[in-house]
């Protein structure tokens, strides 16, 4: 939309304030509220000057003017608030040379779009993410010098079969790994799941479903694919209907990993393909349907995905999930419809729907660079011709100790993804797509959480050593 169409929308709906919002490089969505009075068409055209020194990762506090730049494509009333919001999405600029900003994610996920058109392999990059959540009615946690500690309930844990309530124990409730799918009331949130898809729609996100998860008090969203940046919105999008919605339920979202111990965890399975014009790149005659430009991109994807690991699995927790024996995918393998390699071929009703599933991500860390980051390791493999090696059809889960440490696997700890991001990230700097300054930025970055973590004594660290 022009900047003229964006105010007469803003007169029509009787908006009372713009919300600008932006995405730091953890993936936490940002914003700064605008009085409508202030907003005019060249406020939408040039932009605002925002301090940038006080997102991590970003300015210092001698250079922090930074422009918060609306991209008027898709602006959207807010749902949740009480005063008519009109919420846009922004790129960030440089306050001085007036370019992009080489460290905002979604000037990176711009860049890796771009990228493709010029490689001449493809028009389009299609994303569909799943991202998974859970849901909470009382969370605590602690973290002094002596003392550290967290507690989590949900009326839904098989943990409370036995725990007395005011008005009685119902009973209804999923096992563990028993929450896929049975109907009410053994699922009780179908109501406030239908609430997040109308959230949703709301805000012009096409969706498809909703159902429980396996776990208890972990659920999932279906969106309608996408390219690539307005995808990475649609996540962000979700994220903050969610966390919205859960909260005027009086319950807690989290889009955690591994919340809860001894279950399975919450991913982020992205389905992607490459499409040029109205021929979709992915279709072809090769293993399971798929064409050798896809087999190739799959191959880029295992080459690096240590390194994609630094976006993808950007928590400390996200390794806690990572782990055999709870649908984790953590080898470097493609199949078929397996859902216990990193990499699913899923069945579908055209062969035009032909597309890889890429199953180790979560929603924890930022989409944008997420999804870049897999887009340049799979425009790697087919500028590179990378072989992803043969396919694996069986249960990757039943395979014995020593053909295990034959395979490959993803990370085991948020260090050694950081590690090879270091290492690796040639692929990622092609074009200019991520800069090294970028990189660099972002490691000593997540370094700061992998310090915070590892110094600190756990609980079960006393458990284990306190009478050695």
Known sequence: MSASKITKLMKDKEVEYVDLRFTDPRGKLQHLTMDSSVVDEEMLEKGVFFDGSSIAGWKAINESDMILKPDLSRPIIDPFNSHTTLNIFCDIMDAVKKDPYGRDPRGTAKKAEAYLKKSDIGDKAYFGPEPEFFVFDDVRFKNEMNETSFSIDSSEGPYNTGKKYENGNLGHRPGIKGGYFPVPPVDSAQDMRSEYLKALKDMGVKVEKHHHEVAPSQHELGMYFGTLTDMAD???????????????????????????????????????????????????????????????????????AKAINAFSNATTNSYKRLIPG???????????????????????????????????????????????????AG?????????????????????????????????GSLREAMESLDKDRKFLTQGGVFTDDQIDAYIDLKFQEIYKFEHTPHPIEFEMYYSQ
């Open 234 to 304: 649609n996540v962000q999008l979700y994220k903050y209907a969610v966390l919205m919605v859960t909260n005027s339920f009086g319950k807690s979202a989290t889009f955690m990993p591994k919340p809860v111990k001894g279950d399975n965890g919450s991913g982020m399975h992205c389905h992607q393909s490459i499409w040029k014009g109205n021929t979709p790149l992915f279709m072809g005659k090769e293993y399971a349907g798929l064409s050798k430009t896809a087999l190739h991109y799959i191959g880029g994807i295992l080459k690096h």
């Open 379 to 411: 425009i790697d493999g087919i500028k590179n011709k990378i072989d992803p090696g043969k396919a694996f059809d069986k249960d990757l889960y039943t395979l014995g100790e020593d053909e295990v440490k034959k395979l490959p696997t993803v990370c």
């Open 326 to 376: 709870f649908e984790a995918p953590v080898i470097l393998a493609y199949s078929a419809r397996n859902r216990s390699a990193s990499c699913r071929i899923p069945i579908t009703m055209s062969p035009k729907a032909a597309r890889m599933e890429i199953r180790f991500p979560d929603a924890a860390g930022n989409p944008y660079l997420t999804f870049a980051s897999m887009l340049m």
